[in-house]
């Protein structure tokens, strides 16, 4: 398993400067994996071509995975424009994965708000469409497509049960799979257990990266910093089971990211 951080607790206005914080941090910890979040305008493709270049002065060996937009992004609007804009967005995100040697691609399968669930089965079917169109887009490219589940309400992909229900949708493609958010999973009032209790082997197979960091949401500034150790100790509890290839210690805060390195590197 390769342990990494999120390219999120660097941001900056500096392109420079976003550039050496990323690289020292990584060299200081014996780190090689980066996982890469674009957020326009803080990290956009020209920008992360940039600094992967000039991180790879140092770090020869640097691995990346790189994980789309996903504020806006549907794959499942009932409104063709949202999904085409959707889907365009996706496919410049593999195009630049692998320019840039990206290992894989982090997408959010998408968002069911009142007038998509009143159809349902067609929005679902539309997704899988689009699922199918991206992995194969993927593949080319010798990338892994990983969906991440999010907790708010509308989310697709959330809950436990809803991994066993898209995982219906990608079985077929094996290069496409699920990266599973920890404080995501538990801001549902879930957990890892209850995760591997209600999900066939088949399905926990497909988790290949796994995020940790603090609740509500490592993409989100948070004071919840008892979370740290659920957070861990729920990820320890999942490798009992899970063997994800990549585990990302994401936070906006460095002291966090810190932490949960040092407990999870003594477990491991």
């Known amino acids: 398993m390769l342990i990494g951080i999120s390219s999120i607790q660097f941001f900056s206005g500096d ?23 674009l957020i326009p305008p803080f990290l956009t493709g020209e920008k992360l071509r940039e600094m992967i270049n000039k991180m790879r002065e140092n770090l020869s060996d640097l ?8 504020f806006a992004e549907n794959l499942t609007s009932i409104l063709k424009g949202i999904r085409e804009v959707t889907l365009e967005e996706y496919v410049e995100t593999i195009k630049l994965a692998a320019e840039v040697g990206a290992e894989a691609v982090i997408i959010k399968p998408g968002m069911m708000f009142h007038i998509e669930k009143k159809c349902r089965d067609k929005m679902l079917d539309i997704l899988r469409e689009n699922l199918g169109f991206l992995a194969d887009l993927a593949s080319r490219n010798n990338l892994l497509l990983l969906l991440e589940n999010y907790y708010y309400p509308y989310e697709v992909l959330r809950r436990a049960e809803s991994f066993s229900y898209i995982y219906e949708f990608i079985k077929e493609y094996n290069n496409v799979g699920f990266a599973l958010n920890i404080p995501h999973l538990l801001e549902t009032r879930s957990s890892t257990d209850y995760l591997v209790k209600h999900c066939s082997k088949k399905v926990l197979s497909r988790i290949k990266l796994v995020y940790v960091g603090l609740r509500p949401s490592p993409w989100e500034k948070s004071n919840f910093i008892q979370s740290i150790t659920h957070s861990y100790y729920e990820f320890i509890k999942l490798y009992n089971w899970v063997k994800p290839d990549y585990l990302v210690i994401a936070s906006i805060d460095a002291t966090v990211t810190r932490l949960l390195m040092d407990y999870i590197r003594e477990q491991l």
């Open 63 to 70: 691995r990346i995975t790189l994980r789309a937009p996903s």
């Open 15 to 37: 392109t420079v400067d976003t550039t050496n914080k990323m690289k020292d941090f990584l060299m200081e910890h014996k780190l090689n994996y980066l996982d890469a979040f």
